[in-house]
């Protein structure tokens, strides 16, 4: 059975900083692509940053130089370090892996950015 679980979410003044984590089981770890996607209040799912099997790493224009996504295959592990929090990075973050025609999504965890 395929999980991922995410947590690190929670409640942050702006300015602030949180860590994601995302604990996966039930995959070959090491050869997903890795994505932490968020979807606010009324919008679409939208891709956040992503890091492939090889740990290149890639960022939406909006996060560039404030997240940091980075993996651990010895824990099966993906992170999300967010700096600088915006009201705006207020969502629901999803982990998200890909290998081949497979996929999986986990439950999501909420960010909440507020003074």
């Known amino acids: 059975q395929v999980q991922l679980v995410e947590s690190g979410g929670g409640l942050v003044q702006p300015g602030g900083s949180l860590r994601l984590s995302c604990a996966a089981s039930g995959i070959i770890f090491r050869m997903y692509a890795m994505d932490w996607y968020r979807q606010a209040p009324g919008k679409q799912r939208e891709l956040v940053a992503t890091?492939?099997?090889?740990?290149?790493?890639n960022y939406a224009h909006s996060v560039k130089g404030r997240f940091t996504i980075s993996r651990d295959n010895a824990k099966n592990a993906v992170y999300l370090q967010m700096n600088n929090l915006r009201p705006e990075d207020t969502a629901v973050y999803y982990c998200?892996?890909?290998?081949?025609?497979?996929?999986?999504w986990g439950q999501g965890t909420q960010v909440t950015v507020s003074s």
């Open positions: 998200h892996g890909t290998y081949s025609w497979n996929n999986y």
């Open positions: 890091i492939t099997s090889g740990g290149n790493t």
